[in-house]
């Protein structure tokens, strides 16, 4: 009766844990908020509300069968919406609120992996402890290594596509402040040749020139026109830089 009430317990506290071994002088196999099975000379026995009840040992493989298939098919769904942001990233969209649906998915995707770790090790103690239902687990012990390298590759990858926005969104920062820089290098002399010719003062070269004013906006547009064209030439330079390196590296592949 004690191990009733324990295992009762042990299941409203909506605990998730999965494991296997000895309970109360059992051979216990909890399956978290799935329920617990009993293991006693070659029986099996699902604890069933507040007793246990023998089963078949089909009835518990086909369980946890369906558990694992629920896992697969939540790490296949995760692994589109990841396919869905890589690919939006690349074709240069913008995801809305991608970090905080990037930080939902992977707490997903963590309790994904933290079931087939511990399911996997659940199910190798089971099928070593209890030879009858060996032959049956050989394909969910597999199955789930496989789900928990899946999970872990999903997670990786869902790690890199965040460093890869943060490094876009830096990148695009560092850029502006970088136009904003060449569009104030530009402006400063623009600015103090219309602050000097702007002064209240008299004796001002070209003041009694016809062409005064022509000249002073020529002389701006001077200005103007070499700022701009040194920030081509030195993007310019940039490019040919990776160009210059591109070809060298196909010299250096052709034999």
Do not use: W
């Amino acid at each position: 009766m004690e191990i009733e009430s324990a295992l009762k317990s042990f299941l409203q506290s909506k605990n998730s844990t999965i494991l296997y071994g000895e309970f109360y002088g059992k051979k216990l196999l909890l399956l978290g908020l799935n329920g617990a099975y009993a293991f006693e000379n070659d029986q099996i026995f699902e604890f069933d509300t507040d007793n246990f009840t023998q089963i078949e040992s089909s009835q518990l493989t086909e369980r946890l069968k369906s558990l694992v298939d629920e896992v697969r098919s939540n790490l296949t769904h995760y692994q589109s919406l990841i396919e869905r942001k890589e690919n939006a990233i690349l074709q240069g969209k913008h995801i809305a609120k991608f970090f905080q649906k990037s930080f939902v998915l992977k707490q997903k995707l963590n309790k994904a992996l933290n079931f087939c770790t511990q399911s996997n090790e659940a199910l190798n103690l089971l099928a070593s402890e209890q030879a009858f239902l060996k032959k049956n687990l050989r394909l969910l012990i597999f199955a789930t290594k496989m789900l928990e390298k899946n999970a872990k590759e999903l997670i990786y990858r869902l790690d890199g596509l965040y460093t890869l926005i943060n490094s876009i969104k830096s990148e695009r920062l560092n850029q502006n402040i970088y136009v904003l820089s060449i569009i104030s290098t530009i402006g400063l002399p623009l600015n103090l040749i219309v602050g000097f010719f702007g002064m209240n003062t008299g004796g001002l070269f070209l003041q009694n020139n016809a062409y005064g004013s022509l000249i002073v906006l020529s002389i701006i547009a001077f200005v103007f026109v070499c700022g701009v064209l040194y920030y081509r030439l030195k993007t310019k330079q940039e490019l040919i830089l990776d160009t210059d390196y591109a070809k060298a590296s196909k010299k250096e592949k052709t034999p």
